[in-house]
């Protein structure tokens, strides 16, 4: 074995030993990335480190919006999944979410703020995309008997937006392709229908299918939902509202069961309402239920 | 075959950073907001009046940190303003894949490289010109996000439900 044969292992050994541990040095691997010679033995194993250490944290906050925003587009082009037209509720549904995500500092604020859109279906379901285009249905504010319990689904919701669990259905895979292109420099040159940016396109399309399929069909994590009913929760106190609401809403959805949307994406409330039997304090202030009470009634009038 | 020093000795000095810590925000520190628009504010909450309109692409030096609220300063036409800003509103990577979208006209040539290289308006329209099937439901979700209540009416109406007072805000 020849010197530099003997020095390959040991070489590989200081390469690899410390690009694993160093997952969380992201600015420094981008760097040595963009300093070494792609076709290099060093730049594909940098390459290759980055690659795998990337996770839908790495998506910066306009990337979230603009893979939100195709997933909206993919829910309301669904023909259960109408909009519903009755100004009052919209307005009253924007209103109850904004006053919760703008009284928590635990909010994660995106890049193009929160909106909120009222599905005209029967079915049981709120949908929350990445960058925080919120969806809620007919059907689940029928649930509703008041502000709170309607503050309490739109908290859940905001959770799951401010805690990316949308973004986090995105399959390993197709990150790993993503981030192929993300940031690169053959992308920087890229005109509009640039190879690389078709290629993009097209893992922007696989990433998207990910949320829209665990959003629709298959669901979020039972852990995933209990962050969010606990997470919700304090956003729901942080705003002023009952945090018992959400056990509330949670116990009628209980009652009454169902098919479909929420039913089929969620833990049984009754286990949702396990995660949250710990009671949080809350001093109940009769003057304001009352105001809330007549602008609830207001808003839901048939 | 590895032959590059160099480049061992960067990744040693990443180690190195890592073992030190290596998203510090301390005083000095430059973010770029990623807000498409937002406001410093006078003080550290959201409905507390802005002392100026910000952009996604400005940078902002940080003062200091308090909870989820960092104090900066921005520097528009040669005057320093100072004021408070979400944290989720502006970070510290310095290669933060930006949208392009609003952004100032003194933009620099690098940072509108960055507006280039992530899921941004021309990967939407790549993946719309391959689906026009979406136009309309692209229309819809235009118009969800073209709502916007203005911040006095949102605190009135936490005001009247007598929200914001038990929130002590």
């Given at each position: 074995m020849n010197a530099i044969a003997r020095r390959v292992p040991l070489t590989l050994a200081l390469f690899a030993a410390p690009l694993l541990i160093l997952v969380a040095c992201a600015g420094m691997l981008d760097a040595l990335e963009g300093a070494t010679?792609?076709?290099?033995a060093e730049g594909k194993l940098i390459r290759g480190t980055n690659r795998l250490r990337?996770?839908?944290?790495?998506?910066d906050p306009s990337e979230e919006h603009y893979i939100g925003r195709t997933v909206a587009a993919q829910i309301v082009a669904m023909p259960q999944y109408k909009l519903s037209t009755d100004q009052a509720v919209l307005d009253y549904v924007n209103r109850v979410g904004l006053g919760i995500s703008m009284t928590n500092d635990g909010v994660r604020q995106t890049f193009a703020g929160y909106h909120f859109a009222v599905l005209d279906t029967d079915e049981v379901n709120a949908l929350a995309c990445p960058g925080g285009t919120i969806f809620i249905s007919k059907g689940l504010l029928s649930k509703a008997a008041s502000e709170d319990e309607v503050a309490a689904i739109l908290a859940h919701e905001i959770a799951h937006v401010t805690l990316r669990h949308g973004l986090n259905q995105i399959k390993k895979s197709n990150l790993a392709s993503a981030f192929q292109y993300l940031g690169s420099g053959a992308l920087q040159a890229a005109g509009t229908n640039s190879e690389d940016l078709q290629k993009l396109a097209t893992v922007f399309d696989d990433s998207v299918k990910d949320v829209v399929g665990a959003m629709?069909?298959?669901?979020?994590s039972r852990e995933a939902e209990e962050e969010a009913d606990r997470s919700g929760r304090e956003f729901l106190a942080g705003a002023?509202?009952?945090?018992q609401a959400l056990s509330r809403v949670l116990a009628k959805m209980g009652e009454v069961g169902g098919e479909g949307g929420m039913f089929a994406t969620h833990p049984a409330p009754k286990d949702r309402q396990a995660t949250l039997s710990t009671k949080v304090a809350f001093t109940p202030d009769p003057q304001g239920e009352a105001a809330r009470s007549t602008r609830f009634a207001a808003a839901m009038k048939p | 075959m590895f032959k590059s020093l160099p480049i061992l000795c960067l990744t040693a000095a990443a180690y190195v950073c890592l073992a030190a810590g290596t998203t510090p925000q301390s005083q000095g520190d430059t973010l770029t907001v990623t807000k498409k628009t937002t406001k410093l504010r006078a003080q550290k909450k959201l409905f507390a009046p802005g002392v100026a309109d910000l952009k996604e692409g400005d940078r902002v030096t940080l003062v200091s940190k308090d909870g989820a609220w960092l104090s900066v300063t921005w520097t528009s036409n040669g005057k320093n303003i100072t004021g408070w800003l979400h944290?989720?509103?502006?970070?510290?990577?310095?290669d933060v894949r930006l949208s392009g979208q609003g952004v100032r006209e003194k933009y620099s040539v690098s940072e509108a490289e960055a507006a280039r290289k992530g899921f941004n308006p021309q990967v939407e329209k790549a993946y719309r010109d391959r689906n026009p099937s979406l136009d309309a439901a692209y229309q819809i979700v235009d118009r969800i996000q073209a709502q916007t209540v203005p911040e006095a009416d949102v605190e009135r109406f936490l005001r009247e439900g007598r929200l914001l007072k038990e929130a002590g805000r």
């Open positions: 010679d792609p076709d290099s990337k996770s839908a944290q790495d998506l629709i069909t298959s669901g979020y002023g509202y009952d945090p | 944290e989720s509103d502006a970070t510290t990577k310095k």
